[in-house]
């Protein structure tokens, strides 16, 4: 079964640190796609970052870095001169490249960003 | 540029009734996905709409159904209401064939059955 795992309910950054999140996923496909959701009170889901599970190199978006290692199916997110605005759910997500539609999603990581 | 429009927001409906929630997708965009996020947990898919089409089906019973229109839009009713089906209802909207590229989610339904 293709399961994502999200081991860090809960962390805490200082304004302008730099946090990491992780997140674990099993499958036996060879080629998906990955994804960093944020999730703020407004409910609504942002999307971060996206990694092709084929490119080795690491997708990077402003702050946001992933460091993706797919020998250990590892896929954690990077957040760098954190900001309040920061502070959300954030929720890994899977999705084969073919075959299905759906994306699974791990269970979050809840960020407080301390002044 | 309008992003992803739910409607209502807010709901309370009574264990046995019927209930039908609306998505308005992105400009541009032609699937609607739909998710279920219970308290505390991630979405779990519900079913993908695509040319008027369910696509594809999570794990949901019959019980809840769905249907696209001819301008994209989507319904998600869900009949027979039980208490465990309170949860926000999330609509993600995205272009058919670049359904890798990431969703574009609208904020959701909050549903709540007593």
């Known amino acids: 079964a293709q399961t994502v795992t999200q081991s860090q309910p809960e962390m805490s950054v200082q304004e302008a640190e730099t946090v990491t999140l992780s997140c674990t996923y099993d499958t036996s496909e060879s080629d998906y796609y990955l994804f960093w959701y944020k999730q703020p009170p407004s409910r609504q889901m942002i999307l971060v970052i996206r990694q092709e599970a084929y490119k080795q190199q690491n997708a990077t978006e402003n702050r946001f870095s992933v460091n993706f290692q797919k020998a250990a199916k590892s896929f954690s997110l990077k957040i760098s001169d954190s900001q309040l605005g920061d502070a959300a759910m954030y929720f890994c997500?899977?999705?084969?490249?073919?075959?299905?539609?759906?994306?699974?999603f791990g269970t979050g990581t809840r960020l407080k960003v301390l002044a | 540029d309008a992003g992803v429009t739910q409607s209502p927001t807010h709901l309370i409906k009574t264990r046995g009734q019927q209930v039908t929630l609306r998505c308005s997708p992105k400009?541009?965009?032609?699937?609607v996905s739909w998710y279920q996020q219970a308290l505390g947990q991630g979405p779990q898919f519900i079913f993908q709409y695509y040319e008027e089409e369910e696509r594809q089906r999570g794990n949901f019973p019959d019980r809840f159904s769905g249907h696209q229109f001819p301008n994209y839009s989507s319904e998600l009713n869900v009949n027979a209401l039980l208490l465990g089906d309170s949860a926000l209802y999330l609509c993600?909207?995205?272009?058919?064939?670049?359904?890798?590229?990431?969703?574009?989610f609208g904020s959701g339904t909050r549903l709540t059955v007593v």
């Open positions: 993600a909207s995205s272009l058919f064939r670049a359904g890798s590229h990431g969703y574009t």
């Open positions: 400009s541009g965009h032609d699937t």
């Open positions: 997500a899977y999705r084969i490249s073919s075959g299905t539609y759906k994306y699974i």
